[in-house]
């Protein structure tokens, strides 16, 4: 599986594309901060919002801005594959046995269930319901701030991919 | 002076220490900081642009502490990130160009404190004061060019090569 995923990657000739544009790592980075603080910015007002923050916002209008999220996180996605297909150093091997980047994209996995689970089990429906000034339930305060937790985790382990030394000597791996 | 900076106990322990909470843990830090001012502050300017209407103006003005927050974890990670790279940074033009967008942006959000959420008719959900986008456009245009500066410090041969200097 691993080998046809960077089979289909490298077919798009990505890797040679970076190599010989020196222009695309560092304006494919810049995008990659700027869908992270869109992806942030929509996503982790709403989860604030729920936790008892800016109480006045009604979750339901600060929910019309989570497409900008979404729009982040393909940004991301789109950017991220350029990085992983495009590695000078390694190829794509070295990213996809990155510890920190293995646990990354797990985490992202497991925010991608939680937003599910939000809607799927109601608790988006219960949310939306909450008035101006109005505390959000529970089972949505837990959403929101598992949704946190995890956001700023994808960070932190995003960082570490360059660090990955560290993570395992921190591990004792 | 420089030197001594970068030869400091602390920027010694930031910069070569293996534990998780010095080089690594501190930039992951300044990402946070930066998505949590810089995320917040772009949906604040979206409403003030005119996005989603139905969120009173005045209802955004507890979010503000939030972006003093982000400014302030990254303000002391950014020293310590400066303290342990000192001589590389202070010598890289383009970091002074990132600080200027930041000093730019801070004093933005205190001109859109005072003109657009300490405005009477702002408070009193009664309107909203003119020119009110320009400081949402000022926000989003210096935010921007900071972490684009932020991002091109980390490249000095790549400046060099595209900007000649």
Redesign the interface.
Known sequence: MEQTFIRILLSTGVDNYVATH??VW?VC??IH??G???????V??VD?RILG??????IK??E??VP?GVIGLVLNLTTGLIFVGGNPVGGPQEYLHNLAFQIKMVLILIAGLNVIAFYVFGIARAADATP?EGDAPMSAKFVAGLSLLLW?SV??F???IM?ND??L??LGL | MIEAIEQSAYAVWVRESPSFWAYTWILSLHAMGLAIVVGINSIVALRLLGYVPEIKINSLRKLVPWMYVGFTINAFSGLSLLAANASNDLHNWMFFVKLSMIALAMVNLELTKANVFNDPMVINNTGVPAGVKKFAIMSLLFWSLAICAGRLTEYPAFVQAWFGF
């Open positions: 020196d222009w560092p980075e810049i901060f700027f992270m603080f869109l992806l942030i910015g929509a982790g007002l604030l923050v800016a109480k006045g916002i009604p209008s600060l019309r801005f900008l101006a700023f960070i932190l995003g960082r570490y660090y560290t993570l000597y921190v």
